[in-house]
């Protein structure tokens, strides 16, 4: 399992240096204020040590009033350097976070439609957002306390040994069993903090579940159904939480005893060796450095557990980076299609070769006709979005296969029951993606072309008025238009219809259905159903 854990981290650091190049300036001043900070951590205790020799072993070198000067300037010398180390790896952090986010999201917009289905949404923001910044916190926290308080350590064990090494080699030997400790006590923590983050996505499911499925639930009396599943995974979750917060007493409980031993055993003989020498400077400046060993070291001691908390985090994006992005085999640019699509003993198979989704199918839609479907599926292997279990599926004689993704999409027009809307201005909805580029002049033909131009104009900017959400500041019927728009002003040689959410009041669905024909005409049309009272002329039912 280490092994496993390793490579992970691993790989996935290998993915971060990638994107180091715009850091190299910040790193540049990062490292140089961290090293200044580690090394002048024995600062204190060297000065203390020359300030109690000069007072009380030679008197006549008077340095007291010297030290409000050199406190001032040490503090003022080690706030500079934390400002700029803190605000380096702030913007190193950051940036990373930022690109890598980037980086995530790209890789799932080039992603199959099959991952979508497998995997929930609320996952996948999960993994792009916050296990994105988890993931990075995790490995520059490592990076930095292993260098940081690395170097503060080796600082101070090297002004011990100055002083004292056979006390400095008892401090070096109980690091260890310092760690030992942690590293014992860590495992069964990780294994809660997994069995934990589970139950939370549990219940998320639930509290989603229950959202989206409210009506069914009050209809049926679901209610005290839905709170006995949701109480369950709330009290196994207060469980876990009630063993992690014992764990972690447990374990702090026992570094502090170490570090007490610790102390013990290293400063009683400095402290006997003190008495008969009379070295006091040497005393305290041990004793101080002593005690400013304990908080890198007790950092380093969490360096493991903290490693490990940010493992899964670390995995989840990693996964993501790592998934197979869709393969486009085909090299026929069709161009311009006429249209004809040809479904040659076509079968669609669910996820076990007994579910059958599409019947075999043998049929030919000449450039211009109309299909109705009663199934989604058999769409879905027109745009490509699903490959037949056998059979083919051909587009002006052309193999699907065999054609271009960026091609056999640019001749597909596909109006969804969800009217799909971006929380983006009118204009842009209208000339979305490839079409982007078209001109105001083009984006009000399309306008008027799907009977919206009225609906538009009275918005309060126009075209350049935002939809929000899911286009929710429109009604219904105006999404529909600006949808139409956008078919037509991608001038598609087929069009894909889904059934409509709702049903329109009479004159609105004139209105529509003027629009549909309108765009129609010419083009080879399947329809899912039926979209909005749309009859198919040619294939009635």
Sequence with gaps: MQNTKAMTGRRFYKHLAGYLAPCWGMIAVGVPSMVLMAVTEPALPILLKLIMDGTSVKPEHDLLPLVPPAVMAFFAMRGGASYFNRYAIQWVNGRLVADLRVALFERLLMLPTRYYADHPSEDLVA????????????????????????????????WMLYLDWRSALLALSMIPVIMLI????????????????????????????????????????????????????????????????ADKSFRTAAIHLTIGVMLAIVIYPAAQQAATDGGIGSFVSLSIAMLLLILPVRRMTFFYLSRQQGLQATTSVLALLEEVPEIDIGTVDVGRARGELIFEQVGLCGQSPASRVVDEITQVLHPGERMRLADPALADLVLR??????????????????????????????????????????????????????TEAEIISAMHASHA?????????????????????LSEELRLHIVIARAFLKDPSILILEEGATALDQKSGRQVQVALEGLMKGRTSITIRAFLGTKDSSNPD
């Design 127 to 158: 993994k792009v957002i916050s296990d994105t910044s988890r993931a990075v916190d995790n490995v520059t926290t490592t990076v930095t306390l292993l260098a940081r308080d690395g170097l503060t350590i080796i600082a101070l064990l090297a």
């Design 182 to 245: 942690v590293r014992s006590t860590s495992e069964p923590h990780q294994t809660s903090d997994l069995d934990a983050s589970s139950l939370r996505n549990g219940m998320n499911r639930i509290v989603q579940e229950s959202i989206r499925n409210h009506k069914v639930i009050k209809l049926d009396g679901g209610q005290q159904y839905q709170r006995q599943r949701f109480k369950i995974e709330s009290d196994r979750v207060q469980r876990i939480n009630l063993k992690q917060a």
């Design 385 to 438: 979005f699903s490959k037949p279990s056998h059979g083919r599926v051909l587009l002006d004689g052309h193999d699907l296969e065999t054609l271009t993704l960026a091609s056999l999409h640019a001749n597909i027009a596909w109006i969804s029951r969800e009217l799909t809307l971006f929380n983006d201005t009118v204009a842009v909805n209208i000339a979305y993606g490839d079409t982007g580029h078209a």
């Design 453 to 473: 131009a009225e609906f538009i104009r009275e918005l309060p900017q126009g075209l350049q008025t935002v939809v929000g959400e899911g286009g929710v500041d």
